[in-house]
């Protein structure tokens, strides 16, 4: 029987390398379900979108500048609009956010609370109020600072500090920094770990802002395959007027990294930022700690700091499986597959591979059979569906629109991207659908990570 045939119509999956997306190029390692990292390609002076792989209900953010070459000026990260889904983010300077070189920026994000990695390195991730402003022109004494001691549980012996101002409340530019509660010169420890934002020299007004920090303890590991390294480097960074790059040694080749000036040896304040057009080398991190130049010494020279650094390396890679199942449709005189009848296709499709695939790259093509001829209506009735499809996303984190994300061939040579699908169907049935095209938007939740990490698409078609 051709039924069989209809049963076997060609599948077609493909996850592009590179994401074709509006918003920044962002690549993404995912630790577990509470932790991942993201590399943002070409972050400018407007708020970019980034969307991220896990869910969450509470994320901190931190983010390092890559800073590529000290001709260009002085730079940080600013983060705003922090959820469960995305956050958005945008480079700046103190003086003139205008007046700027877009460059990559590197961020580690985690679920507010304390976690337990698999292979039990422990890392926890807070918030805290920021009401005053350290800086040059302020002062260093304790009182701006908050001294968030208690808010962490999770009994480290030595501690590695990320942090970010996470809101943006003023435009106003601020840095997240940290010390020891009463020596703005030595770096926080378990016992006393305060933590606040500075303004370097200039005396402009700040806005409170929420600060999110991220402490973890130093070390090595590989999970979920990704290697990481976490430490505080030597005392020997100093700023991007001197001669950087500054060089820490770490074994493996990494490609994302964060930094964190611990505490603060110079009066002018200054923070870490990643050097150079290729930051992270073989078996290195190049680094320097940066300036204002808004007030006070522009020289962007500055004595030695220590700076914590977290650096994250992947073998993780995307794989997919694709797997195709039919029903007669509700709507039918019988139960039998005959002429006249109509078949609902449903398309299970899963990552089984430790890794997301790249944001919104995933591409699926249907090619059916002449057998059967596409249904363009409402495929359920007075089902969940609306239109000719129905995508449930399961537990794969992927959404899909109708009105962008399918699309249709009436050529015969399958397409192998979405702007190759480009016939507008008419009538009922369209004998003419040759090709059905689905690119749903995200990244594709590893499997590893999450049980049963599926999506389904389904549609219906008539046998003639």
């Not at 390195?121 to 908050?146: N, Q």
């Not at 002429?339 to 059916?368: C, E, K, R």
């Amino acid at each position: 029987m051709r039924f069989v045939v209809h049963i076997k119509a060609a599948l077609f999956l493909m996850a592009l390398a590179t994401p074709k997306i509006a918003m920044a190029q962002t690549n993404v390692m995912v630790l577990d379900t509470f932790i991942e990292t993201h590399r943002i390609s070409s972050v400018g002076s407007t708020w970019e979108t980034i969307t991220l792989a896990n869910g969450y209900t509470a994320p901190v953010v931190t983010c390092t500048y890559v800073l590529t070459s000290n001709s260009n000026p002085d730079a940080l990260t600013r983060v705003r609009n922090v959820g469960p889904s995305s956050f958005e983010v945008r480079g700046q300077r103190f003086d003139d956010s205008s007046i700027f070189s877009s460059s990559d920026v590197h961020c580690l994000v985690v679920e507010t609370g304390a976690h337990t990695l698999s292979d039990g390195h422990k890392i926890e991730a807070r918030t805290v109020f920021s009401d005053g402003t350290s800086g040059g022109s302020i002062g260093w004494d304790e009182a701006p600072t908050e001294d968030v001691t208690t808010s962490i549980t999770s009994g480290f012996s030595s501690m590695v500090v990320f942090g970010q101002v996470m809101t943006f409340t003023g435009a106003n530019a601020s840095v997240f920094w940290t010390n020891t509660c009463g020596s703005r010169t030595t770096p926080p420890t378990p016992t006393n770990f305060c933590v606040g934002k500075h303004s370097g020299r200039s005396s402009l007004t700040r806005a409170d802002e929420t600060l999110g920090f991220i402490v973890t303890e130093p070390g090595t590991g590989t999970v979920n395959g990704v290697s990481y390294a976490f430490d505080l480097g030597s005392d020997t960074v100093a700023g991007t007027g001197n001669s950087p790059p500054y060089n820490y040694s770490v074994t493996g080749d990494f490609d994302t990294a964060v930094l964190q000036q611990a505490a603060e040896d110079g009066g002018d304040g200054a923070w870490a930022v990643l050097y150079g057009s290729d930051p992270l080398p073989s078996n290195s991190i190049a680094l320097a700690v940066e300036e204002e130049t808004a007030a006070g010494d522009t020289t962007r020279r500055h004595t030695t700091e220590e700076v914590y650094y977290g650096a994250f390396d992947t073998a993780q890679t995307a794989l997919f499986t694709a797997s195709k199942t039919f029903a007669m449709s509700a709507d039918n005189a019988t139960v039998y597959a005959i002429p006249g009848s109509d078949v609902v296709y449903t398309i299970t499709l899963q990552n089984t591979g430790d890794g997301p695939a790249d944001l919104d790259s995933v591409f699926l093509v249907d090619s059916l059979p002449e057998e059967v001829v596409f249904f363009t209506g409402d495929m359920d009735g007075t089902g969940p569906a609306t239109g000719p499809v129905l995508f449930e996303a399961g537990t794969s984190r992927l959404t899909f629109t109708d009105a962008t994300d399918l699309k249709y061939s009436d050529l015969a040579a399958r397409p192998t991207d979405l702007t190759q699908c480009t016939y507008t169907p008419s009538g009922t049935y369209d004998a003419n659908v040759r090709h059905i095209c689905f690119a749903p938007k995200g990244y594709a939740s590893p499997g590893t990570l999450y049980t049963g990490n599926t999506a389904s698409i389904s549609f219906r078609v008539q046998i003639p």
